[in-house]
């Protein structure tokens, strides 16, 4: 597997450079050369929805994703019920800035009932569906570490991800990969295989030993324990050639000053991605 | 699935009254009539060997299992030629105290290559089980969590610990299934049903939101997210009828008087387990 040679693919997420507003993101992202950009939706709606696009466009750069729907499990069918009319706002956000990729964090159980909370997701997920197609927006489910599995998402393997998307056969829902909640997986590969033609994204990081924090503990890539080729490999294997979103949520990184922090995602998305 | 009504079962890992001494966690067991002791390796040498066997032979408790084995994968033969060695000490040390189960956490990968560690885990199973079949004593992989797969252990599913005990076919290799480690899982009841007659035991404790610390954040039974009941009786329906062990890495725990600890213990083991 040949190392990256240039930076086509490579996108900031916007929460990796955390004390940037949405105008110094892109104008961060337009300095340092990197074409696209993962937008957080809190961050678009401090600057405007129509201004970001703007702002984007001008600046020459292209948006990988919106961060992001989902959430969709509560104890009450009312209140999930705005959790679904608060997703057909994200789809309709995403359409409007142009990217075609919204991410669903799909939240955890209200309770104890794990198992309760995934059929809340698969239920919100049938009734969204409509509107992402009609908006012309895909679905990329992104499972998440288990350790988030009581507090962020009771999807918490890419086999659960791959199972919602096969069982809804439809264009507009895929899966995003995200190496530092999927790597400790036995079955990582045959599942990225599995996901073939239905990856909407693909986002890298790392895993440091020790993790200073479950959610901030984030590392740079090649600052922790992840083997990161072999899974971008896999990822390729299955024909994706979409952007590679450096995604990080650690403290030290947001404090650093945000030049250096795209400088030094560079040189590491050349030298260990 | 109804409630535990005695305490039959019920059997105190030493490591959740951590502030005790050997003497002090027997004595406090006998007192609190809690039939079983979880020892750990550490505690049992400070005490000595002997002493340890024949205080808890004194006080009428049995010997749950001891913790801990494993620890395989490294980056030289060498090294993992000492670990084995430290292995067959720890089962020899099993045997000397009468328990016949000694638990394994396997240990991490000794670089980036996940896969390989756990290739190296295997093969020293294969070395170490001729020792523990002479012994009498029983080896239980306990799959960890998988935010520990960097830095304890590369085996983080149960599904990986069934396939290794259905790999060597040995009546002297089980698995344990702890609830803070697999809750998540969405495939944990088949993958509990599959450990059908090689469960060697099984470990309660709970999963706090939000998680404190990955290793010192377990909880008591019931100030968590995870619904124990089905998965006790999902364990009970493979057969098993072996102790259920306390297992609580939590320092607000550890910093509470121990009397207590085992008193709550009780009344959350018949609420909620």
Request: glycine share 8%.
């Amino acid at each position: 597997m040949e190392a990256l040679t240039d930076f086509s693919r490579l996108s900031l997420n916007q929460i990796t450079t955390n004390s940037w507003g949405m105008r110094e993101a892109v104008e961060g992202c337009a300095r340092a050369g990197i074409p696209w950009i993962g937008l957080w939706r809190e961050k678009v709606q401090e600057y405007g929805l129509a201004n970001s696009r703007r702002l984007v466009e001008d600046a020459g750069l292209r948006i990988s994703s919106l961060c992001r729907g989902g959430w969709f499990p509560a104890a009450s069918k009312q209140e999930r019920q705005a959790r679904i009319d608060e997703n057909r706002r994200a789809i309709a956000e995403a359409a409007e800035l142009g990217t075609d990729v919204l991410v669903l964090v799909c939240g955890p159980a209200p309770d104890r009932d794990i198992r309760a909370g995934r059929l809340m997701i698969e239920e919100a997920i049938g009734q969204i569906l409509p509107d992402a197609r009609s908006a012309g927006v895909r679905l990329g489910i992104e499972p998440l570490h288990p350790m988030f599995a009581a507090d962020r998402s009771a999807i918490v393997t890419l086999a659960e991800a791959n199972r919602l998307v096969e069982f809804f056969k439809s264009d507009s829902l895929g899966v995003v990969v995200d190496v530092y909640h999927i790597w400790w997986d036995p079955d990582v590969f045959a599942q990225i295989a599995r996901a073939a033609g239905h990856i909407l994204g693909f986002h890298v990081s790392d895993w440091p030993v020790p993790l200073p924090d479950t959610l901030l503990g984030r590392a740079m890539m090649g600052d922790g324990m992840i083997d990161l080729r072999p899974l971008r490999a896999s990822v390729e294997a299955t024909g994706y050639r979409g952007p590679i979103e450096v995604e990080i949520f650690n403290r030290v990184i947001w404090d650093a000053p945000g030049d250096e922090v795209l400088a030094l995602m560079k040189q590491r998305y050349l030298s260990c991605v």
